[in-house]
């Protein structure tokens, strides 16, 4: 079984209240933490990458991102998936060559940029691309932003996870969704559902029980180690 179709196969058959749980290391050392604690494979969050690499949430470079991810994928023996954003502007088949040279086996790929929601038709045809130039060799997840840009409404998310698996995504992604309109969306696609567990949301096992088959946490975990770290800057001064 090839690297991308044994992590395709971690999403299969999960029982309700056992969801996949993917950590999001941000770079190498995090990575080798969360590889060690057992999880059978890990999602970077775009966010917390570009934290580690001092830049704001959605200017890291694309070079920077490749090459971060590819040094987080060379530190772990499970499989990684790349948060790629809306893919910097790439055409499909240097997007999808530049992911595989970081060895990463799966992708988000978000359907806003600039801060404004992309045309759902359109995005689709670009989708569809990506998964031509992809094979078999990626899980494409689809994040849809509908609830972060303007258009927090269940019918038009509905309408873009239904296009964006019929264009060959792996999965979807209905970002910062409302627990309520959890069960609906994961009624309207046969594919898996992403959901980031958020501090002051619904548990991991809640959020499956609602019907999300894989959970995240954006960069929820690199802000928890971020507080962290300011507590043992505050020790070290008291010393």
């Not at 969050?45 to 991810?69: C, H, I, K, Q, W």
């Not at 409404?153 to 995504?169: C, F, S």
């Not at 959890?182 to 594919?191: N, R, Y």
Request: with cysteine; glycine share 8%; net charge negative.
């Amino acid at each position: 079984m090839n690297p991308a179709a044994a992590f395709r196969a971690l999403h299969q058959g999960r029982a309700t209240g056992d969801p996949l749980i993917l950590p999001g290391p941000w770079d190498a050392a995090s990575a080798r933490v969360f590889e060690e604690a057992g999880f059978p494979a890990l999602a970077t969050p775009s966010a917390g990458v570009s934290a580690s690499l001092g830049y704001e949430d959605g200017s890291t470079p694309a070079r920077e991102m490749f090459a971060a991810v590819t040094r987080i994928v060379r530190s772990v023996s499970v499989p990684v998936s790349a948060d790629i954003e809306d893919g910097y502007g790439l055409a499909p088949k240097e997007l999808v060559d530049r992911l595989l040279e970081t060895g990463a086996v799966g992708c988000n790929l978000e359907d806003s940029a600039g801060g404004a929601l992309k045309e759902p038709a359109r995005h689709a045809d670009w989708l569809a691309e990506v998964r031509v130039e992809a094979g078999d060799r990626i899980f494409i997840n689809a994040r849809v932003d509908t609830y972060i840009r303007g258009l927090p409404d269940l019918d038009a998310t509905i309408a873009r996870v239904r296009a964006y698996v019929a264009a060959g995504a792996d999965g979807v992604y209905p970002f910062a969704a409302p627990a309520d309109h959890l069960p609906k969306i994961a009624a309207a696609v046969p594919a898996p559902v992403n959901m980031a567990a958020l501090p002051d949301g619904p548990t991991p096992r809640r959020l499956s029980e609602l019907g999300a088959t894989r959970i995240t946490f954006g960069p929820g975990l690199q802000h928890r180690a971020t507080q962290a770290l300011r507590d043992i800057a505050q020790q070290v001064r008291a010393l």
